[in-house]
């Protein structure tokens, strides 16, 4: 049974580091919008272009899954409707969920994204304070009951560590 790995969390959050991280252990085919924007000469604020091709990349991925594939899916689902969307559908295909909650606070988002504009790692864009407010007052975490309705949920509580990330995740399920 093929899993979908999935994502929850702001930039600067650690989602790209874990996803390549995950991806060079043989999780599974990491999919990654912003990365194929950026390689396909696309500006990262060009949000139409943007929309279509994660699309286009959300149903590869099914098509991956179904054909008993895993998958490492690199978008940050702010919204719950987004992550009930991608768990639903996987789950109609027949996979597996594994969802990875990043819970930092808006300062560590903020130093993160600070260090990240400084070197521009990952083909990442600059954003600046108030777009991470602003990004931050959509954003909506998971419940307890949301969670449980994932096979696997992994909740990292980040600390850097010399530019990198020191993950200390919380797993429950499978």
């Known amino acids: 049974m093929a899993t979908l790995t999935l994502f929850c969390g ?15 252990e043989g999780i599974g085919v990491r999919l990654c919008t912003d990365e194929w924007q950026t390689q396909l000469g696309h500006a990262h604020a060009d949000d139409d272009f943007h929309g279509r091709l994660q699309r286009r ?3 590869l ?3 991956l899954l179904a054909k008993d ?3 490492i899916l690199e978008d940050g689902l702010w919204t719950r409707s987004e ?5 639903n559908d996987a789950q109609g295909v027949g ?6 909650v990043f819970a930092l606070g808006f300062e560590e988002v903020w130093n993160r994204l600070r260090q990240r504009n400084d070197e521009l790692l990952h083909d990442a864009v600059s954003i600046d304070r108030e777009e991470l407010r602003t990004f931050w007052d959509i954003f909506q975490p998971p419940d307890e009951a949301e969670l449980r309705a994932f096979d696997r949920v992994t ?5 850097l560590v010399v530019g990198r990330v020191g ?4 797993t429950r399920g499978l």
Request: hydrophobic share 35%; aromatic share 2%.
């Open 10 to 24: 702001l930039p600067g959050s650690g989602k790209t580091t874990l996803a390549k991280a995950l991806e060079r």
């Open 57 to 59: 990349l959300y149903l």
């Open 61 to 63: 991925a099914l098509e």
């Open 69 to 71: 594939v895993d998958v």
């Open 83 to 87: 992550r009930t969307e991608k768990r």
């Open 95 to 100: 996979a597996r969920t594994h969802l990875h």
């Open 155 to 159: 909740i990292h509580r980040n600390t």
């Open 167 to 170: 993950i200390e995740p919380t």
